[in-house]
């Protein structure tokens, strides 16, 4: 006979679990065909976000600007030094073999000295600060100990300088080595961003950016170029709009970045001027009204003056402006100007 008997019922606790279960189960469904998928930067987003990037890695360029030209500098001195010291050595090789022939002469009349015998076995520092002892040499051997006695030390002083600054160098490889890498990183997000857009948004960004050059450079155009060292200053910058592109730490003749185009301009002026764009800054004399500049004064941006450029007349500057970026005229009023300076 077929079995009668009703199906089991669930339990209370049992009903609850699968109820809460399913509810879970359906906004989980609707949260995840509500959700769309993040929508892609706008161009206008890209950019800012780009901007934001190249301005972060020119300043780790003039960091890096800095530290490499600390590290000159210091291997320089570093140079210098070693020559000194080699010097100093040769000259007190002679100052002891002259104290020698004295020895040898005294030897030869069976008369040496026993202060003198001494100090060829030891450092004169041991004695010569005796007075008993300075009375058994006569005052021409004196003196000629004095000599090495005083070219010891300045040895040793200037030996122990060139650690120090060994040291020093090291440190500013190290910090370079640091900027380096954080001027890559920055440039690699920014192609990051850019490579989000198509290539299609690509081009018209690349068209705007050349269509504001080309309005730059016709207000620019319009102003006469003063004589003078700025005017040659400015003249020559002017022979690598749109030929010389911007690289890092590079300062011509073929690609440059912010500081280094405005030096090697300087230079083909017949001024040297520093290397970065905050040794720049605080040469010459500071103009903070944009009326008052003339055309070739070096002029700044940003809050801590990480990039700098060459006035052009009518608000404009004329400078290496990014990685990506070729020597061109820009409207000021798309930087934050701070002061310019005349050389």
Not at 6 to 17: G, I, N
Not at 167 to 172: E, S
Not at 197 to 202: F, I, K, V
Not at 307 to 319: E, F, P, Q, R
């Amino acid at each position: 006979m077929a079995s009668h008997r009703r199906p089991k019922q669930p339990s209370r606790a049992r009903v609850t679990v699968l109820t809460t279960a399913a509810a879970a189960a359906v906004a989980f469904s609707a949260n995840a065909a509500n959700a769309a998928p993040s929508a892609k930067p706008s161009v206008d987003e890209v950019k800012s976000k780009v901007d934001k990037l190249y301005q972060d890695a020119e300043k780790a360029t003039e960091q890096y600007n800095g530290a490499k030209e600390k590290q000159q500098q210091l291997q320089k001195e570093i140079s210098t030094l070693q020559d000194r010291v080699a010097r100093g050595q040769d000259e007190l090789n002679k100052l002891r073999d002259g104290i020698g022939t004295m020895a040898s002469a005294q030897y030869r009349t069976g008369s040496i000295d026993p202060s003198l015998q001494l100090f060829l076995s030891s450092n004169p520092d041991d004695y010569l600060d005796k007075a008993s002892t300075l009375d058994q040499l006569s005052s021409q051997q004196v003196e000629a100990l004095k000599k090495i006695q005083e070219k010891q030390r300045e040895l040793a002083q200037e030996r122990q300088e060139a650690t120090d600054k060994l040291k020093d160098l090291a440190a500013a490889r190290t910090e370079l080595g640091k900027k380096k890498a954080e001027v890559q990183s920055r440039l690699a997000d920014a192609q990051k961003l850019l490579n989000s857009l198509t290539a299609q948004q690509r081009a018209a960004l690349q068209a705007d950016q050349q269509r504001a050059s080309r309005a730059s450079e016709r207000a620019a155009l319009s102003v006469s170029v003063g004589s003078g060292r700025a005017g040659a200053a400015f003249s020559a910058a002017q022979s690598k709009v749109g030929v010389a592109p911007y690289v890092y730490g590079a300062s011509g003749p073929n690609s440059f970045d912010c500081s280094g185009l405005t030096s090697w301009a300087y230079a083909q002026a017949g001024v040297s001027i520093p290397r970065t764009s905050q040794e720049q800054a605080n040469i010459g004399t500071r103009i903070y009204n944009i009326s008052d500049l003339q055309v070739g004064d070096l002029v700044f941006f940003y809050g801590d003056i990480h990039h700098v450029g060459l006035y052009a007349g009518n608000h404009t500057v004329l400078h290496a402006p990014h990685t990506g970026a070729y020597v061109r005229y820009e409207s000021m009023s798309d930087m934050p100007f701070q002061f310019g300076v005349r050389v």
